[in-house]
């Protein structure tokens, strides 16, 4: 299994899903995003890989046959299932899920969509958005249409007398 | 109605909050001499979510305090959210790709917009990018979307146009503006340490802060704030 496909895999899906913004291509980039972090600490890599093969065919079966309902049910079980594995395992599975939404968010801010719109789409708070999106260089690349000393002018005409 | 008031989106509230800074709001308010209003979708996510949850609960918490004490006041109106509705309607048509229109940006956000417009609000304070470019710059919102999308982007320039028009009036301020003013006045002067460049070491602080907690600002920008402040 290429684990290293599942990133490059869910960010594909994230760049169409900012178009979209359909919710099961926001459930596959957020779940192969985590597999992706997942099968980097999971112990017994064999046993989790055939369990995500096994689901994975599945998955398919589902989009081939046009039997939405079954795939979203498999989608929301799937990481029931890995977290059988190891029962210790659980809570860092649930980081690793909420970690991933947060990163996708970022990823659909970054393509123009707003930050509340985007913690709406990947269901987090506007609060946990906002802090990640400050730690990278999304601002950076923005022009700027109006300098600091227009908006500071106006600004001051506001608060000082 | 007040004589004067700004409006406040989630985003610099969130800014304030998660840097220490929530208390300016009160002497601010003050120099301001107005009402500082959120609407009830901006109080929901910046109070009802985190209150429901582990994360952010504190944060909340402060917010509350703010609105407990009328600092920040709740614009409750339902012309808001409808005219909030029809804006994110007209504004989440401005832009297609691949035949469908790109749902920027969210109703709660127009809402903002829309109160600011029905209390003829002298400012909304935003640190949101989308939002701020959609009123300030719809062309280069266009190429940020081409860029990132990496395809062509059609623009609705009916919807653009009934955008402009309806907001034209409105100016737009980010958090890091409100805490230079502050600097300025001369509210932050508690924190200037017993070290070289105390002054701009102190205004770097609190802008890098804002912007690493959200706020969009680049660091030339704070580059050009640090340097304007200090020649002044």
């Known amino acids: ?161 | 109605m007040p004589s004067s008031c700004i409006i406040f989106d989630t985003g610099p509230i969130i800014s304030l909050t998660t840097n220490n800074l929530l208390w300016l709001l009160e002497p601010m308010k003050k120099k301001f001499g107005g009402e500082f209003y959120i609407t009830p979708s901006v109080k929901k996510e910046l109070v009802d979510v985190p209150l429901e949850t582990k994360k952010f609960k504190f944060e909340a918490l402060q917010v509350l305090d703010m609105i407990e004490r009328g600092v920040l006041k709740i614009v409750d109106q339902k012309a808001v959210k409808d005219e909030g509705y029809k804006l994110m309607q007209i504004a989440n048509q401005c832009f297609r790709a691949r035949g469908k229109w790109l749902q920027l940006l969210q109703t709660a956000e127009m809402e903002v917009i829309a109160a600011a417009l029905l209390y003829g609000a002298e400012a909304v304070m935003v640190d949101e990018r989308t939002m701020r470019m959609i009123i300030e710059d719809p062309q280069d919102l266009k190429n940020v979307l081409e860029s990132r999308l990496h395809m062509h982007i059609e623009i609705n320039k009916n919807a653009l146009s009934e955008i402009r028009k309806r907001t034209q009036e409105i100016r737009l301020l980010r958090s890091t503006e409100l805490v230079m003013v502050a600097y300025e006045l001369g509210l932050l002067d508690q924190f200037v340490g017993d070290i070289p460049h105390a002054r701009k070491q102190l205004l770097q602080s609190v802008l890098w802060g804002l912007k690493i907690r959200g706020c969009s600002v680049t660091v030339d920008e704070i580059d050009e704030a640090v340097e304007y402040e200090l020649k002044r």
């Open chain 1, 1 to 161: 299994m290429n684990v290293g496909a599942f990133k490059e895999i869910s960010d594909h899906t994230i760049h169409t899903a900012s178009i979209f913004q359909d919710h099961d291509s926001i459930a596959f980039a957020v779940v192969v995003f985590s597999l992706f972090k997942i099968s980097l600490r999971v112990r017994d890599k064999k046993k989790f890989a055939k369990r995500v093969q096994s689901v994975l065919t599945r998955l398919k079966e589902d989009l081939q046959k046009g039997d939405a309902r079954s795939y979203r049910l498999r989608i929301k079980k799937l990481f029931e299932k890995i977290s059988d594995i190891d029962n210790k395992f659980k809570r860092y599975v649930d980081e690793v899920i909420s970690h991933a939404q947060v990163k996708k968010g970022t990823k659909v801010y970054e393509h123009g969509v707003s930050i509340a719109r985007a913690a709406e789409i990947l269901g987090v708070s506007h609060w946990e958005l906002m802090s990640y999106v400050g730690k990278t260089g999304i601002p950076e690349r923005e022009r700027v249409s109006e300098t600091i000393t227009q908006r500071m002018r106006f600004a001051r005409r506001l608060f000082i007398a």
